[in-house]
């Protein structure tokens, strides 16, 4: 059964004789006893958080296995105690057609109603009472006399519950522990990925750095042409050093002279004087000692020999 | 029952752990390209620096060729120097062989871009020179 509570948004007392009924926008919803297990406790804590831990054990002797979640709540002297099943609500809510979506609060019978509300007739068969300050459903015809079901516009207590989708596959401590490994592990990627991008940005301008310190080209293919032209310089006056010198250190005859030598254009001329063809033969051994390939031209007493750099 | 469950949150974290990761393989890969261009440039600047230490310095190869030529060896040598545009030309109609011979040794051991070079016997003792270098 479905009552209409507030204009604003609609409440229902959701009972387990309720009919199904498609739900299109918000609601509040009173649980029936039948849907939650409550205990009065009295215990040396001033805090309800405190006692809240210590319920699965205080509930443990009456609950049938299940996946319980628990509530509690102060009162002057005592604490309420409450378990219920989350899934067990939940398929109730979505078997009546309630989304959850839809759903705005959830609060217990017992935080709902106070004595003046009852004895109230929910229907036919049930009525709530309260007997030792617990709200309780009974038989109607327990009580003939009681108050036709009517709820006043009053505010929806704040004392409400929250239903947990997932309580019956990971404990709700589970989940705030894969949580916070969860943003653990973000927290340490992101840490790495803040390190790595600094230690690229600080090589980037490093490598910014070498470019204007050593005037450097723009590109690196520039560079590297850049060194290559330099490397063929310097190939080629090491070249031209080590065959001048070999051509001056020559062992000529006694009257064998170096007349001329005339480098230009990566070309070396070396004109002999007074060497004749049969008696250029030590001079190229020496120069194939040296691995240095020449060209020659015989002249009369004249030698005319050309080396390329 | 509106607020979100912290459990639709963890397939969140995943997601963006996998993007984190995926990121964090894309910045190592840039890290890893950046050091290698760094190492390269870091090469190749001491390489281009040494080379133009040797053979791009005018000023150095200015000063070193002064010293040169005027070395007390050369002293009673006539040598004519003349820089022209990014050259310096070095030339002697007539000079003995022993200081042709401390001159030649002393520029070929120095790190100069010796671009053309003419040496003429002109009789048993002395010699004309002509040179050419690059400044």
Known sequence: MFTKYSKKIETIFLESSSESKSIEQNVNIILSPSFYWVKKISLPLKRARDVKKLLPSIFEEILPSGNYSYAVYKKEDYFLAFAYEDRVILEFIAAKGISAAHISNICFAQTFFDETDLPLRINKERTLVMQDGIVLMVPSSWHIIAKEFYIDDRTFPKQTITLEKFNHIVDKKNIYQIGSLLIFITFLFGMELFMLQQNRDEILAAKDGLFAKYDLKPTMMQNESVVKRYNALHEQQMKFRSTIATIINLKLGQNEKIESINYEQRSIHVLFDGVKESSFKHIAETLKAKNIEYKVDFKDSMVILEVQL | ?135
């Open chain 2, 1 to 135: 029952m509106n607020r979100i469950h912290p459990l639709y949150i963890a397939p969140f974290l995943i997601v963006f752990i996998v993007i984190l990761g995926v990121k964090i393989s894309q910045v190592k890969v840039g890290l890893h390209e950046a050091k290698s261009e760094f190492q390269k440039a870091l090469e190749i600047s001491y390489e281009i620096s040494k080379l133009k230490d040797i053979y791009d310095d005018k000023d150095k190869t200015l000063k070193s060729l002064s010293a040169i030529l005027k070395h007390s060896s050369l002293k009673s040598v006539s040598l004519e120097q003349k820089v022209v545009a990014k050259k310096i030309y070095i030339s002697s109609k007539s000079m003995r062989k022993s200081n042709l011979n401390f001159l030649i040794s002393k520029l070929l051991n120095g790190s100069y871009t010796i671009t053309a070079l003419e040496i003429k016997a002109i009789n048993q003792e002395e010699a004309s020179l002509k040179m050419e270098i690059a400044l």
